[in-house]
């Protein structure tokens, strides 16, 4: 009996051994069951799709250059507005007065907000005060959506409502005082800083510095005359690298052309089409309306020379040169769906809507589509041909779908 204790003992060991090997499987296959079984689901909301294309080609300005060179000191912003005699840029002898015009700026501007602090006599203290809360809401919005071009001012509104607030309180005395000492500097440096060589604008436009322009010398002429196979060549060839010995350019236009050139079967993509957007995605992401201006076909070299005019002129546009061009034939606007969503049950395009713990199927009728994305109408109704509506909770990914099943 003693010698049979051992073997005993490895058979209770390896039976706890086995059920605790199946207890390990039970629990990983009940892992994988829930896994398995797991749903993602996206809402339905309202979307604009565009039926898009990429074209190659080069924009074209009407455009005089503005004579300068050394070391410069813009005082004019990039895309902004001038007139014939407008100073642009003025010429630092040291590098000093670069500074000198950035304290006269700050000066500038802090003499503006301190006089019209002061215009606040008599004003409503709610008022003040909701002034400067919304105006604390407008400079936190845009630090968190990152619109720091719209920093600056949004700061501005800011410490004016806060200074006015101040005032009408009696927490701060009026800024006369500062004002004047203020003033006295700025007197001071802007006396200086007059004396220094300038650079004019020889006609009316829309500015734009060297660095801000484009990087290529472009003869509109040129482009104009060339046939489809002629500007192709162009394209591949390149073209010059646009002048550095000059202080800018001055757009003279209120529009500007792109120039590009495609094969025949896009091209008949433009039939029946006048107006289209275009942007340039990294520099321009906004779609901006343009007109098709010319669609010339060479049959016997398969190519054809598109032409399209933009009258949007901002800093972004100014810069552009050849360029990868996106363009919007179409635009559709509906509900959109997630196109792994899609299923096809009995021949019917439809998705799996959750409806509580339940999934339905729900047909839909398609809009536009393209590989990531299905767009379906506004219409939608039970019992019709589009029945997802808006705001359903649509099943991007699950396994074991089913009309009416438990999820």
């Known amino acids: 009996m ?3 204790r051992p073997a005993v003992k490895k058979i209770l060991h390896a039976v706890g051994l086995l059920a605790l090997a199946l207890v390990s499987i039970y629990i990983i296959v009940q892992c994988f069951v829930i896994f398995h079984h797991s749903y993602k689901t996206e809402t339905a909301i309202t979307y604009t799709l565009a039926e898009s294309i990429n074209l190659d080609g080069v924009v074209a300005f009407d455009a005089v250059d503005v004579p300068g060179s050394g070391n410069l000191g813009y005082l004019v912003k990039d895309g902004e507005r001038v007139t014939n005699g407008t100073v642009v840029a ?6 000093a007065q ?3 015009r950035e304290r006269l700026d700050r000066l500038d501007r802090t003499i503006t907000l301190l006089t019209k602090s002061e215009n606040s006599t008599g004003s409503d203290l709610n008022v003040l005060a909701s002034q400067r809360r919304q105006a604390l809401y407008n400079l936190l919005d845009k630090l968190d959506t990152a619109q720091y071009s719209g920093i600056s001012d949004a700061e501005d509104n800011f410490v004016l409502a806060q200074n006015r607030l101040q005032i009408s309180t009696g927490q701060t005395a009026e800024f006369t005082d500062s004002v004047a000492a203020l003033q006295t500097e700025y007197d001071a440096i802007k006396s200086e800083l007059d004396a220094l060589q300038t650079i004019t604008a020889t006609t009316n436009g829309y500015f734009s510095s060297t660095a801000a322009s484009p990087a290529i010398a472009v003869d509109r002429q040129t482009l104009e005359d060339a046939d489809p196979a002629a500007l192709q060549q162009l394209l591949q060839n390149g073209f010059p690298a646009a002048s550095t010995d000059r202080a800018g350019q001055i757009t003279t236009g209120f529009s500007w052309r792109f120039y590009a050139v495609c094969d025949l079967d896009t091209a008949a993509r433009f039939d029946n089409i006048s107006s289209v957007k275009i942007s340039v ?8 309306a343009a007109t098709v201006e010319e669609i010339v076909e060479d049959k016997d070299a398969g190519l054809a020379k598109i032409v399209l005019q933009c ?5 972004e546009v100014l ?8 363009v919007d034939l179409k635009t559709y606007e509906g509900i959109r769906i997630d196109k792994e969503a899609l299923h096809i049950v009995n021949g019917q395009r439809g998705v799996y809507v959750k409806y509580g713990n339940l999934q339905r199927f729900l047909k839909i009728t ?17 019992g019709t041909e589009n029945e997802v509506r808006l705001y359903d909770e649509i099943i991007v990914e699950g396994t074991n779908l089913q009309d009416g099943k438990l999820l």
């Open 2 to 4: 003693k010698n049979d």
């Open 90 to 95: 003025e010429c630092y002898t040291d590098d």
């Open 98 to 100: 670069g500074l000198q």
């Open 281 to 288: 995605p990294g520099k321009q992401n906004t779609p901006l």
């Open 311 to 315: 009258q949007t002129i901002n800093a």
């Open 319 to 326: 810069s552009f040169g050849q360029e990868t061009v996106q």
């Open 366 to 382: 398609t809009l536009y589509e393209n590989d990531s994305y299905i767009l379906i109408p506004e219409n939608g109704k039970i």
